[in-house]
C-alpha cells in the first residue's frame, strides 16, 4: 500500500516532544506504516483481518488504535488504487470531538 502524509505522522510525533508518550508512540506508529505499506489490503475486512482493534467506519474510514487506545488515527483506504491518506491523528479524548466519517485531511493533529 501506498500512504500519503507519512510526514503528518512524523510531524505528531516532533509534537510530543518532552512528552512521556513520544517514544512509545513513535514506535507504535512506525510499526503501524510498516505494516500497512507491506499490507495487501482489497476490502475492509483484510484490515481487520490485520487489526482486530481497528474499527471500520464507512466504505473507506479505517480508525487505528495507536498505543493501547491512547491515541487514534483516521486514515481513507483506496483499496482499487491501494492508497492509505492518513486523515486524522490525535489522542482519543480529541478523537471523542471529530466527526470520524467527515474529518478533512489533518484539519486538527492534536497531541
Known amino acids: 500500500m501506498r500512504i500519503i502524509a507519512r510526514k503528518t505522522l512524523k510531524t505528531f510525533v516532533e509534537s510530543l516532544k518532552g512528552n512521556k508518550d513520544q517514544k512509545a508512540v513513535k514506535a507504535a506508529l512506525d510499526s503501524w506504516f510498516q505494516e500497512a505499506v507491506n499490507a495487501e489490503w482489497a476490502t475492509p475486512a483484510q484490515v481487520l483481518a490485520s487489526y482486530g482493534n481497528a474499527s471500520i467506519v464507512g466504505s473507506d474510514r479505517v480508525v487505528f488504535n495507536?498505543?493501547?487506545?491512547?491515541?487514534?488515527?483516521?486514515?481513507?483506504?483506496?483499496?482499487?488504487?491501494?492508497?492509505?491518506?492518513?486523515?486524522?491523528?490525535?489522542?482519543?479524548?480529541?478523537?471523542?470531538?471529530?466527526?470520524?466519517?467527515?474529518?478533512?485531511?489533518?484539519?486538527?493533529?492534536?497531541?
Open 66 to 111: 495507536i498505543k493501547g487506545n491512547a491515541y487514534r488515527l483516521v486514515v481513507a483506504i483506496d483499496y482499487p488504487r491501494r492508497i492509505i491518506f492518513v486523515k486524522w491523528l490525535g489522542t482519543h479524548a480529541a478523537y471523542d470531538k471529530i466527526d470520524v466519517k467527515t474529518v478533512p485531511y489533518a484539519s486538527t493533529i492534536r497531541s
